[in-house]
Nanobody, 118 residues
Framework: QVQLVESGGGLVQAGGSLRLSCAAS????????MGWYRQAPGKQRELVAG???????NYADSVKGRFTISRDNAKNTVYLQMNSLKPEDTAVYYC????????????WGQGTQVTVSS
């Protein structure tokens, strides 16, 4: 079984930084796309940033210039460095990955809370 485990969330003041990590474990033959989504109370889940195995990256306009996504293919891990955090970044952040295990699947982490105080 494949699992995605996130870490690094927490409470931070506006202007501060956090680094999220998401590690995939289990029987993994390869990972393709890895990304971060977030969902604030009363809002739909939205893409924050994504990165392909080859390193192609896309960001939501709201986080460009503040957030940086990266990945370590050897560790099947994706990171999200979040700088200059704003109260509107408050949400549950979810890791998502396309993984080849016994079959190709789309996997989600359990979510990690990020709270930015003003």
């Amino acid at each position: 079984q494949v699992q995605l485990v996130e870490s690094g969330g927490g409470l931070v003041q506006a202007g501060g930084s956090l680094r999220l990590s998401c590690a995939a474990s289990g029987t993994i033959f390869g990972t393709n796309y890895m990304g971060w989504y977030r969902q604030a109370p009363g809002k739909q889940r939205e893409l924050v940033a994504g990165i392909t195995r080859g390193g192609r990256i896309n960001y939501a306009d709201s986080v460009k210039g503040r957030f940086t996504i990266s990945r370590d293919n050897a560790k099947n891990t994706v990171y999200l460095q979040m700088n200059s955090l704003k109260p509107e970044d408050t949400a549950v952040y979810y890791c998502n990955a396309g993984i080849l295990s016994s079959q190709v699947g789309d996997y989600w982490g359990q979510g990690t809370q990020v709270t930015v105080s003003s």
